[in-house]
């Protein structure tokens, strides 16, 4: 019923900079929260960021002024713009939402497929 679109991962050097992307489409009546999520090798699955409709941002600490998430509310878009990549930000990223769908009265998470980000030299 809610499909997720990922773009934008790849190969980067230390210092570059990636932008991600998430689209959401389907029977979408509301959506409560987007974000995104990473999980490196033998690692659990971590928040990035997150932007929550009336809630703001939050960020983890270790991409604090590097990574800045925006929101396009009318296209169910969000965005990731990572700058001063480091190689401790390689991993999987994953698109999060939390959405109400028509005919449904609670609000469920959906996850991307995921895409891969490589910082290396």
């Known amino acids: 019923q809610v499909q997720l679109v990922e773009s934008g991962g790849g190969l980067v050097q230390p210092g570059g900079s990636l932008r991600l992307s998430c689209a959401a489409s389907g029977s979408i009546l509301s959506i409560k929260t987007m974000g995104w999520y990473r999980q490196a090798p033998g690692k659990q699955r971590e928040l990035v960021a997150a932007?929550?409709?009336?809630?703001?941002?939050n960020y983890a600490d270790s991409v604090k002024g590097r990574f800045t998430i925006s929101r396009d509310f009318a296209k169910n878009t969000v965005d990731l713009q990572m700058n001063s990549l480091k190689p401790e930000d390689t991993a999987v990223y994953y698109c999060?939402?939390?959405?109400?769908?028509?005919?449904?009265?609670?609000?469920?998470?959906?996850w991307g497929q995921g895409t891969q980000v490589t910082v290396s030299s």
């Open positions: 999060n939402v939390e959405v109400r769908t028509y005919g449904s009265i609670k609000y469920l998470s959906r």
């Open positions: 932007d929550t409709s009336g809630g703001g941002t």
